[in-house]
């Protein structure tokens, strides 16, 4: 089957967003009704439930915030830990999945990542999101830990990194 063509980052309206930016309040929103199905299924709970609108200005202003459509249709953080740069709160609406937003995001953090001089991209998810765990190995990402939370003496959640082409 032909996939069809992904296109350009541009024209699906990827940009980085300042602190003060309207569109972060959309960022937050975005990440609030993607990441709620993980309620009750994660243990310890996500950290998304504390996520506030100050804390995505803070990331804005110290790391990065990227996002794509008006409104937003999907979001990723990006923190540079070398030698890893950190992808943090990817998330895709609902309604825009399928259309390679995920992939375009992951790209421009691989660009990123190049341009900051750091080898590989890292990310975690909960050991309980196997949804999870398949998408990013299909994104080329694979396992290279398990970590535990403060209190918990099971491993919560798992670290994939990918190596920058």
């Known amino acids: 089957m032909v996939q069809p063509a992904r296109r350009p980052a541009e ?12 569109a972060l309040a959309e960022v937050l929103a975005l990440i609030r ?5 993980m309620e009750g299924r994660i243990d310890p709970p996500s950290s998304m439930l ?11 202003a110290g790391g990065e915030v990227w996002a794509i ?12 830990k070398p030698p890893s740069l950190y992808l943090g709160k990817l998330a895709v609406a609902a309604s825009a999945r399928g259309r390679g937003l995920a992939r375009t995001l992951i790209s421009e953090a691989e660009a990123r990542a190049r341009a900051l001089g750091l080898a590989q991209l890292e990310l975690s998810t909960r050991v309980e999101l ?13 396992e290279a830990a398990r970590t535990s939370h403060p209190g918990y003496a099971r491993p919560t959640s798992i670290t994939y990194r990918r190596p920058v082409a």
């Open 11 to 22: 024209a699906q309206g990827l940009r980085r967003l300042s602190p003060g930016d309207p």
């Open 33 to 37: 009704a993607e990441f709620s199905y």
């Open 50 to 60: 504390r996520l506030t609108l100050t804390e995505v200005e803070a990331q804005a």
């Open 69 to 80: 459509g008006a409104p937003v249709t999907a979001c990723l953080f990006l923190t540079p």
């Open 130 to 142: 196997a949804d999870n765990h398949a998408a990013f190995a299909a994104l080329g990402f694979t």
